[in-house]
Structures are given as structure tokens and as C-alpha cells.
């Protein structure tokens, strides 16, 4: 949890059996908190749960600090604190909505000396490294490793160009409305066919029951996940969505490990991409480093995915007083750190 409450465990239950509720007396501190919360009208204040000294020390090192590994928590907290002030550097959070990581966010530090462009601050300072097409690939390896049939999507992968290019004239629709259809298809999105649409479809009907059938395990977690919301719909999609969202971050996390291998500072992890430091890296080194994450996922996992630069071509204009503004400096430092221990469930693919 990145939040607490004041209330000490011993107090939540005093709260409890002040308030008539039973049965509280081996709950932990969350089930008092629902229980309470639940049972009166009695509402928690929650405040962001305190930077670890671990979490503290890693800022720290950013910042330049040194010889501050044996203060206690609360002097290196302060130390990094004025620093951070010192410097006249505020931490802001960059991220585009669509890409960004769910409670996953990146922290980058800005000079507030001009009003300044991010988009422009970012294709200065790193390149934004992409797997091209990434989930109809890893889901055609993985019909491939399992038996599954999958010839619509592999006709689809290998002329997705063109299939986008039909369907964009056709219903003039854009780039980004095509691609964002095709891949609600792939993820169960159900549509009326004609005789101008790729076959992919209907093989993406097999291949949801045969990944049904062949995860139960993860069918249950996506149809846990719809009663908890209230719904049925679309379980079978949500089945296969687990599917390539697992194998996207596994392939991602093999692209991580070759670059920190090749001494390359990574900045971001963003779902299919990640964006790494330019330092270091001429263009003509990134050409070699794509075709080195490309041939490592497919040495790994057996995948034919195409790791690309993306070109930065959206901007976002950052207001000069954005930068000025009084920050969190435990919960900014909460933010920047990655949860890397969520990969582990992955071997089980």
C-alpha cells in the first residue's frame, strides 16, 4: 500500500469495539480499516506512506550525495531534501497517458530556468526504444509454441500495412483509430464481418477458446476480475490479454537486462517500450543495440519482434511556474522506484 493512516492497530480496535462491531479482534490493519469504514460512517485520512531509507539512498546516489550511506533515515531524508533545493531543481512526472505505466511513474529532473518543451527535452536526452507490433507477434510465437492455429493472424502480422492502409480508405478512418480496432479484435473485440475484411477474425475466435482451454488458471483470474466489477463481458479476451501482456513484459524485461549488459542507462519502462539515455550511444550504436534487443528476445523466448527507435513527434509545453511549485519530496521519491518484484509470475508462461 502507498498509503497509512495514523491510527496504531491497537487504536483501530479500541475504534471497533467502541463502535458495537465484533469478530475484529485478528484483523489485520486493512480488514480494520474496510471493517470500520464499512460498518460506520467513520472515514480514514490517508497520507502517503514514508520513503524507505533504501528508496532515500537510491535518491541520493541520483542527486550526487555521498558519504551519507550510515546517517539515519530521518538527516539523510534532509539531506536530500536540500539538495534537491539547493540545486532549484523540481521533480515533475512525464508521461503520456496512453503509455504510462499504471502506478508506475518516472521522474525526471528540469532546470526551471525557461519555459521549455518536453517533447524537445526528451528526443535531446533519450531515445524511445519500441517493440513494433508487439502483441500480434508475441501472441502468434506463442500459438506457435502451443499447437494453436493461427494462419489469419500470421497473414495479418506479415501484411498489417496494407490491411491498415484498406481499412483507413474504406471507413476513412485514421492510422491510430485502425490500429487501435484491429487490437480490440485481437483482444475479443467482436465485429460484423465482410467480405473485404482479412480472415484474421474468425481464426481469433480459435484462438481465444484454445487459450481458454489451455489456461483455465488465467481464464479464472479475468473472470474474477469482471464479478468485481459487475460484468461478464469479454472474459475470453481478457483471458488472452493477461497472455500477451505477460509475454510483452517478459520480452521487455529481456531488452532491459541486454542493455544494462551493454552499459546502457535505462530511464522508463512503458508497457512495449522503454527509453533509454543518449550518453554514450551514437546512432550509429543504436542501430546495432535494436538489432542486439531483437536477436536477444529471440534467442530467450523464440519471437520474431522487431525492437525500433520511435521517433518523438508529440510535444507537450511545460509552463515555466509548473516548475516552482512546492513538491512531496518522500511520495516523488515513492514514484521513482519500480516495482521490478511483479516480474517474477512470467516463468509460468
Not at 520513503?51 to 537510491?58: G, Y
Not at 551519507?68 to 512526472?93: A, C, D, G, H, Y
Request: glycine share 4%; aromatic share 8%; hydrophobic share 35%.
Amino acid at each position: 500500500m502507498n498509503t497509512i493512516v495514523v491510527e496504531t492497530v491497537k487504536q483501530l480496535k479500541n475504534m471497533a469495539r467502541n463502535a458495537g462491531l465484533k469478530r475484529y479482534s485478528r484483523m489485520k490493519e486493512y480488514q480494520l480499516l474496510e471493517l470500520i469504514e464499512t460498518k460506520t460512517e467513520h472515514t480514514f485520512e490517508r497520507i502517503p506512506k514514508p520513503a524507505t531509507k533504501k528508496e532515500i539512498m537510491i535518491e541520493a546516489k541520483q542527486q550526487g550525495l555521498k558519504g551519507v550511506s550510515r546517517l539515519p533515515k530521518n538527516q539523510l531524508l534532509t539531506k536530500v531534501s536540500e539538495k534537491i533545493k539547493k540545486n532549484q531543481e523540481s521533480m515533475i512526472q512525464v508521461h503520456e497517458p496512453i503509455r504510462s505505466l499504471k502506478s508506475v511513474l518516472t521522474t525526471w529532473k528540469i532546470t526551471p530556468d525557461a519555459e521549455m518543451d518536453i517533447q524537445t527535452f526528451l528526443e535531446e536526452t533519450m531515445y524511445d526504444i519500441d517493440m513494433k507490433n508487439a502483441h500480434p507477434t508475441l501472441l502468434s510465437c506463442y500459438c506457435h509454441d502451443n499447437g494453436i492455429k493461427c494462419d489469419g493472424l500470421d497473414t495479418y502480422n506479415e501484411n498489417r500495412e496494407k490491411y491498415m492502409a484498406d481499412w483507413m480508405t474504406r471507413n476513412n478512418e485514421t492510422q491510430d483509430d485502425v490500429k487501435a480496432h484491429f487490437l480490440a479484435i485481437i483482444n475479443g473485440r467482436r465485429v460484423t464481418l465482410t467480405p473485404e475484411d482479412p480472415e484474421f477474425y474468425s481464426g481469433m475466435r480459435l484462438i481465444m477458446n484454445s487459450i481458454v482451454n489451455l489456461r483455465p488458471d488465467l481464464y479464472a483470474l479475468a473472470k474474477k476480475s469482471k464479478d468485481n466489477r459487475g460484468t461478464d463481458y469479454n472474459i475470453d479476451g481478457t483471458t488472452v490479454n493477461y497472455v500477451m501482456c505477460s509475454l510483452e513484459n517478459k520480452a521487455l524485461m529481456i531488452a532491459f537486462e541486454y542493455l544494462t549488459e551493454q552499459e546502457i542507462e535505462v530511464g522508463s519502462l512503458v508497457f512495449d517500450g522503454l527509453m533509454i539515455y543518449k550518453d554514450n550511444v551514437s546512432p550509429e550504436r543504436l542501430s546495432e543495440i535494436l538489432k542486439g534487443c531483437s536477436q536477444k528476445v529471440k534467442e530467450v523466448m523464440g519471437c520474431n519482434i522487431t525492437i525500433t527507435n520511435k521517433v518523438m513527434d508529440e510535444g507537450y509545453d511545460l509552463p515555466l511556474d509548473a516548475l516552482t511549485q512546492s513538491v512531496n519530496v518522500e511520495l516523488l521519491l515513492r514514484k521513482g522506484v519500480y516495482p521490478y518484484d511483479y516480474m517474477d509470475g512470467f516463468e509460468k508462461l
